[in-house]
């Protein structure tokens, strides 16, 4: 008879980044609901500071629980002439399906909504990127799924990638523990403006 093996326990490194990642959210859940709309809706004025290439393709993110809502941004960009699209949680890693304006969303996993099974699939240029905490490195925490960690190695295979986190500031930790599959972000925008790092 087959024995359960036993938990497998977070690294130090795992469990030093839990901390960070609890302590930053629930800052975020501290916020009130207007607090959240007005910085959210406040990313539009920094749109302009995003070093995006003309007529990059940009994956933005269905905000969920109490996220920064990045739609307001999204469509700024959309009227700046960038195509949108939005990831869906699938094998082995993300898929980033195109974002027409008016269509129809479904659940796309995680608690997210994203395009039909039917819309074409598209490679981003750009990243925009949910996190739990960020440092002033560029490093980030996540959730602890490992959805954009395996997606960011797939896409970087195909060509360069511009990865950009967006949070409130308050999300800002002091150090982030970095692991081998880390990335750092190339930027952090919040409703105080874009900083780049690197």
Known sequence: MKTRSPMNK???????????????????????????????????????SLPLPDGAVVAGFWPIRDEIDPRPL??????????????????????????????????????????????????PDV???????????????????GHYDMAISALEQQGPLLCIGLAFAIQEVDHVPVEAHDRPLNGILTEQGYRAFG
């Open 127 to 145: 990243l925009l990127m949910p996190l739990a905490g960020f440092d002033r490195s560029g490093n980030r925490i996540g959730y602890g799924k």
């Open 74 to 123: 999204m469509d700024r960009l959309r009227q700046k002439g960038h195509p949108l699209c939005l990831p869906v949680v699938a094998e082995p890693h993300l898929v980033f399906r195109t974002l027409e304006r008016d269509g129809d969303l479904v659940a796309a996993g995680f608690g997210t909504m994203g395009p039909r099974p039917e819309a074409a699939q598209v490679r």
């Open 10 to 48: 977070l690294s130090p490194i795992a469990a030093e980044k839990d901390i960070h990642r609890k302590e930053a959210l629930a800052r975020r859940a501290g916020l009130s609901g207007t607090e959240r709309i007005e910085k959210g809706l406040a990313l539009t004025e920094h749109a302009d």
